[in-house]
C-alpha cells in the first residue's frame, strides 16, 4: 500500500495509516533521522527511503508513514 512519495524532515511526527503501531507501542512517533532500508530495495538495488525514530530503534519505509496533524 504506497501512501505517499513524500520525505518529511527530522522531527516530524508521523503515523501509520493502516492504524499498526510502531515498535515503541505508540501510534505517532517523531523522525530522528531518514536513512535507506537496509533490507527493503528498490528496483535498482538502492536501499528505499525509510525513517528512524526519538522513541524506539524500529525503521520504518517513509511511504508508510503520513505527518501526523492535530486534526487527524
Partial sequence: MKLSNIIYPIG???YKPSGK?????????????VVEHPFKKDENGK????????????????????KYEIND
Avoid: H, Q
Avoid at 24 to 33: A, L, Q, R, Y
Fill in 21 to 33: 503501531p510502531f515498535k515503541s507501542g505508540k501510534k505517532i512517533n517523531t523522525i530522528s533521522c
Fill in 47 to 66: 536501499g528505499v527511503p525509510s525513517y528512524k525514530f526519538i522513541e524506539d530503534d524500529s525503521i520504518v519505509e517513509a511511504y508508510m508513514c503520513k
Fill in 12 to 14: 516530524t511526527k508521523v
